[in-house]
């Protein structure tokens, strides 16, 4: 499977803030970062070891960092604080420890290279926080990357990088990573004999051969076991998901006439790709099941086709102007194109769903129409609640109004239906899909408050509508929720005047306006705060439920997009 490498970027902050020679303050906050995408069940359980210390690192090369927690994030730092409950000073020699924590300290770092100041039990909390970290980080393509430029651009380190006669083997070039070298760095020898040559074969068209999470909820597994695995890491098995489920999108859609009025509108929207989250849920719940994620894959091509539909019908009627990065489709083609675009690619998500039949039988199909009909009952109910409010002008009094409308218009489809529908396609039904019920109702609703706190403080090239789209929308988020809530009176009546304006007749100002008055109040930080709790809410209620579920893949997938939630970063 290809690799998402370090991004130029994270290579170039490795690169350039020490001259010649990558800072280890930087390589090692790039390192977090890269965690905290693709394991953030590693930072969650790391960050809740860490607790409340604040850890202070003097590299050998004259820079420092800090690293810290926040509810389940880790906030790593290229610069020092100030203060600190645990100090760790360390040369470039002891850098290797810091990446590859196979032994005891005591085995591995040199005398003089090390030394740790602080209390006895928050030194050795600090040590299980770096395990947890290491142990994961060493596993991945994307942190091996970084950390293999900082070793290469110091070859006085850690031995001569590598030549061209190194990447031959039997006289065939490889990608550079197979090809066995002796660094003296036990993390990335053993990194260069365990990792294939070229792309791997995707299991059932879906993920890398053998994929692996490392991480079951409780411990770290050894990476260096010697098994010829592909990482699991999360960021390239959403990519592979949504890659897969896109091909079997675009065969869906027929190469048919009208296609200029029809179906190359039905293509808008699927091909400004998102992340990836539902088709991953999908197929990582069928694994999880015991099923093959590829008989899930069809019913996962039709989630995103509904998910599209409502997407064009729901720009329609909160009258947004973009969507993902580029015009909505009915501020291109007119409304008139618009909804029928919408309407067909209902009619193919159904089409896709009927055509379980020959490959899952009546049984599997018959349930999968039962939850896909669910979705869609919970989803239109949400929307009209919602609608309602803009429509009468009024804002609830209480998040839990919120939580009900969220949990309908999009918790359904986007975190908790996919689930079901992967669960139902590995077989199962009844009662035994209720276990992703309550976790993912609390992921989902934590997961849209985010959504709502990027629309008003994100970057609008990587949340993708226009700014301040949910404050000219109306939109009845948390934060003006609270806002209507805590505001003195005078600013309730203006901000009341405000919301009352149809959207043709609310401008850019008027909506900074609502934005400002949401930052005085302490709204939008409110919202965060919230939002981390809902979310770990949600992950505490993964492993109760889910407890009766064996640990495998698929279920070790689902556990990192749970807490990708917590990890996020706002």
């Known amino acids: 499977m290809p690799t998402d490498h370090a991004s130029s970027g994270q290579r170039r902050a490795a690169t350039e803030t020490a001259g010649p020679e990558p800072a280890g303050a930087d390589v090692f906050t790039a390192t977090v970062h890269e965690l905290t995408q693709r394991a953030p069940a ?23 960092g800090a690293l810290s927690a926040h509810r389940s994030r880790l906030i790593a730092t290229a610069h020092p604080p100030a203060s600190a409950d645990v100090e760790v000073y360390f040369d470039a020699r002891a850098m290797n420890l810091i990446f590859d924590l196979a032994a005891r300290p005591i085995d591995e770092v040199l005398p003089g290279s090390l030394d740790v100041r602080g209390p006895r039990d928050q030194v050795l909390a600090v040590w299980r926080t770096m395990r947890l970290l290491s142990q994961r980080a060493s596993g991945l393509r ?53 990792q294939p040559t070229g792309d791997r074969p995707l299991v059932g068209g879906t993920v ?58 039905i293509r808008a929207y699927p091909t400004r790709q998102g992340k990836g989250l539902r088709p991953t849920l999908t197929l990582a719940a069928c694994a999880a099941f015991g099923g093959r994620p590829d008989d899930a894959v069809r019913v996962a091509a039709a989630l995103e086709l509904f998910h599209n539909g409502f997407l064009i019908h729901d720009d329609i009627a909160d009258e947004s102007t973009h969507r993902r990065g580029l015009p909505t489709l009915h501020t291109e083609h007119g409304l008139g194109l618009a909804v029928n675009a919408g309407d067909g690619i209902n009619l193919l998500a159904v089409d896709a769903v009927l055509s379980n039949l020959e490959t899952l039988g009546l ?5 999968l129409i039962h939850e896909v009909l669910h979705m869609c009952r919970e989803t239109v109910e949400g929307q009209a609640i919602e609608l309602e409010w803009i429509r009468r002008a009024t804002v609830p009094r209480s ?89 003195g009176h005078r600013d309730r009546v203006r901000l009341a005047e405000l919301l ?71």
């Open 142 to 194: 994307a942190v091996q990357e970084l950390w293999r430029c900082y070793r290469d651009a110091s070859p006085h380190l850690w031995g001569k990088p590598p030549s061209p006669a190194d990447s031959v083997i039997d006289g065939e070039p490889t990608d550079g990573w197979a090809a066995p070298r002796d660094t003296g760095w036990r993390a990335l020898d053993f990194f260069d004999h365990r």
């Open 363 to 367: 049984a599997r199909t018959l349930g």
């Open 42 to 64: 590693i930072v969650a359980a790391a960050a809740a070891e860490l607790g409340a210390i604040r850890l202070a690192l003097h590299f050998g090369d004259g820079t420092g």
């Open 500 to 570: 009352a304006r149809p959207r043709q007749g609310r401008a850019q100002e008027d909506a900074a306006e609502i934005l400002a008055a949401m930052q005085h109040y302490g709204s939008i930080d409110y919202a965060i705060d919230l939002a981390d709790r809902l979310a770990q809410r949600g992950t505490q209620r993964f492993e109760r439920d889910l407890r009766a579920l064996p640990e495998n893949e698929g279920k070790a997938l689902l556990r990192q997009i749970a807490n990708y939630v917590t990890t996020r970063p706002l």
């Open 208 to 265: 890398a051969s053998a994929p692996r999470s490392l991480w079951d909820g409780t411990r770290a597994t050894g990476w260096w076991l010697p098994e010829p695995v592909a990482d699991a890491d999360l960021v390239d098995v959403m990519t592979a998901c949504r890659d897969r489920v896109r091909r079997e999108m675009n065969r869906l859609i027929p190469d048919r006439q009208p296609k200029s009025s029809l179906y190359e509108l």
């Open 399 to 487: 998040d839990q109004a919120y939580y009900r409308m969220s949990t309908k218009k999009t918790g359904w489809y986007t975190c908790i239906s996919p689930c079901r529908l992967g669960a139902v396609c590995a077989g199962e039904s009844g009662p035994a899909l209720d276990v992703f019920n309550e976790a993912f109702r609390w992921i989902g609703i934590a997961f849209q408050i985010q959504d709502d706190v990027l629309n008003l403080i994100g970057e609008e090239a990587l949340y993708g509508k226009e700014p301040l789209g949910d404050l000219l929308e109306g939109k009845r988020t948390v934060m003006l929720i609270h806002l209507m809530r805590t505001a």
